[in-house]
């Protein structure tokens, strides 16, 4: 499983293909990969050379993607910075036996920190890799909290090498409030996990090697 790090890599590089290139369609559209601001939220969007996706931007913190035979996208609307707060989401993630996820995703910078709440995943535990460091509950559910590095990997500094912080909810949903403060004290707590100064933070959807679809909105509760 390739981990949401990809978004970060040349995001720019890509924009400019061959008309065929569904990247391109979405230029054409407005939607550019990388990240921007549309309707007073933060978008981010990355996709690989692999299969097709058709992502809009909607109203307010919305989005709409369906994508087919994709080797590798992610994206989704949020916040930058993405400071500590309740997060209120709601939509359709019906991907549930394909390679997909569906997470509050994250980064911050001194320290360099990728971090995920995973509210649902399909047929693929995201942090399956990761050291289990303890539980916490919030919103009615519980989630496992781990905590893995990566080595030399892409990143919004560049290739670097930096912590991953998890929290997986055990029973998937797609839909309620996520109090992030709870789960950015609790990884610190349980494990020493420090996060640094806020960069961006969106309610993001990923596939791999998978065809799916979501829509789903966002906003601060």
């Given amino acids: 499983m ?4 990809a978004l970060v890599t040349a995001l720019t590089a890509v924009a400019s293909t061959a008309s065929a290139n569904p990247i391109a369609n979405m230029m054409a559209r407005g939607i550019q990969p ?35 035979n994709v080797n590798n996208w992610v994206g989704g ?19 549930y036996n394909v390679n997909s996820y569906l997470a ?5 910078r001194s320290p360099l920190v990728e971090y995920y709440i995973v509210e649902a995943y399909g047929n693929y535990n ?3 890799q990761a050291k289990l460091l303890g539980t916490l ?13 990566r080595y030399n990997q892409p990143s919004i500094e560049g290739t670097a090498t930096f912590d991953q912080y998890w929290s997986v909810r055990r029973v998937k949903r797609v839909g309620g409030v996520i109090d992030t403060q709870k789960h950015f004290d609790e990884w ?7 996060l640094g100064s806020w960069n961006y933070m969106i309610m993001a959807t990923e596939g791999y090697q998978s065809s799916g679809s979501s829509q789903i909105e966002v906003k601060a509760a």
Wanted: aromatic share 18%; glycine share 16%; net charge positive.
């Fill in 188 to 194: 610190k707590r349980q494990g020493k996990l420090t």
């Fill in 104 to 108: 509050l995703y994250g980064w911050t």
């Fill in 2 to 5: 390739v981990s949401f790090t």
């Fill in 126 to 128: 995201p942090a399956s």
């Fill in 77 to 95: 609307k949020g916040w930058n910075p993405g400071t500590p707060k309740k997060v209120a989401y709601n939509g359709t993630w019906n991907n």
């Fill in 137 to 149: 509950e919030d919103d009615g559910g519980v989630y496992d909290i781990y905590n893995t590095k």
């Fill in 34 to 68: 990388g990240t921007g601001t549309h309707n007073g939220f933060f978008y981010s969007y990355w996709k690989d050379n692999g299969g097709s996706v058709d992502y809009n931007n909607g109203e307010r913190g919305s989005y709409k993607v369906s994508w087919n």
